[in-house]
């Protein structure tokens, strides 16, 4: 009878194990699965440097380069300008959640008479997902835009300090930054 027990206690113990460990694994296939599921890969890039706290995507930072260069050229005294603009940090993204919140209160009662209020919450938050392309994506609730800092422009006749005052000035407008982000140069001929 007692080698019985303690084959059972083994056994008992090996299976408890098991669980555990494929609980485990499961766990790592659920976190690496999810990790390649919803990777979105984006085009980025850094200005100068290829510092990824300097993260921005390429479609804003030349959209807004391209305006500014459009507008700053026809300014009077200016000829052809280049526009470059470098970003302090890097966009940042909001997703929508569906957050399921729930209480259980279990009230339990032990064998002296005593009382025992036993309170579960469990929420449970899931991004929201629309479906673009055929492709699933998680839909953004807010787009928080990098911080500008800083601006070069170079243009035909930026050896006019008048003139370089008018195009820091328009920049600084603009772009809603202090006149000293930003540096103005002369556009040299080849």
């Known amino acids: ?15 408890n194990n098991k669980i555990i460990l494929s ?36 479609d804003y930072q030349k959209n807004l380069e391209g305006k500014l260069e459009e507008v ?39 064998n002296q008479g005593g009382m025992r209020t036993v309170t579960e919450k469990e929420v449970n938050k899931q991004v929201v997902l629309v479906n673009k392309d055929n492709k699933s994506e998680a839909f953004i609730v807010k787009k928080i835009i990098p911080e500008i800092k800083g601006v ?6 930026g050896e006019s300090s008048e003139t370089v005052d008018r195009l820091t000035k ?14 103005v140069l002369p556009y040299v001929k080849n």
């Open 1 to 15: 009878m007692k080698n019985y027990m303690k084959d059972e206690k083994i056994i008992n113990l090996v299976f």
């Open 23 to 58: 609980l485990f694994i499961i766990g790592i296939l659920f976190m690496t699965v999810g990790g390649f599921i919803f990777k979105k890969e984006t085009n980025f890039t850094t200005g100068q440097n290829e510092n990824i706290q300097n993260m921005v995507p390429v």
């Open 72 to 110: 700053l050229s026809r300014v009077e005294g200016v000829g052809r300008v280049k526009v470059m603009i470098t970003f302090g940090s890097q966009e940042e993204v909001e997703p929508a959640f569906n957050t399921v919140e729930g209480e259980t209160i279990t009230e339990e009662k032990d």
């Open 152 to 157: 070069l422009i170079v243009a035909e006749g």
């Open 170 to 183: 328009a920049a600084s407008t603009l772009l809603n930054i202090p006149v000293y982000k930003i540096n």
